[in-house]
Structure formats: structure tokens, C-alpha cells
């Protein structure tokens, strides 16, 4: 759905931001809604959705309980 979007949590990030967490939530409040940049009629529900987006996905980074890291495949 949205390939411009990062992994954000460990093995794939380290040191992931709030600007990283805020990037994401834009980029997946601009695919959900359609609008790269909303009207001025719009512009606060998008700001509110993508404060939303930002807050859920640090509180599951925060949350996320990991194993142990994959194995590294070796290189053919």
C-alpha cells in the first residue's frame, strides 16, 4: 500500500526520530485521504489524523516486544 513508507523498528532502523514517526504518519495519512497537500477546509482534520498516526505508531515502537534479531543471510 504505501512502499515510500520506512520500517521503523529495530533490526530495519536505530535511532528512529519523531520526525521519522511524524514522516510516516504523513505519508500514510496522504495515501489514505488521497490529498498530498489538503484545502484550507481540510487542512485541520489532516493535521489531527496525521498528530494521530504519529502518536499510535510511537506508542507501538514503544510497545513492540522483540526476539532475538534474524539471521543474516549470506550474500550469493
Known amino acids: 500500500m504505501c512502499r515510500s ?36 477546509r481540510n487542512a485541520e482534520a489532516f493535521d489531527r489524523a496525521v498528530d494521530a498516526v504519529a502518536i499510535a505508531t510511537r506508542a507501538l515502537l514503544d510497545d513492540l516486544q522483540l526476539g532475538r534479531l534474524p539471521r543474516e543471510h549470506p550474500r550469493a
Open 5 to 40: 513508507i520506512k520500517t521503523l523498528r529495530e533490526p530495519y532502523a536505530s535511532d528512529v526520530t519523531d520526525e521519522d514517526v511524524r514522516a510516516a504518519a504523513l505519508q500514510y495519512v496522504r495515501k489514505v485521504s488521497g490529498f498530498r497537500s489538503p484545502s484550507a
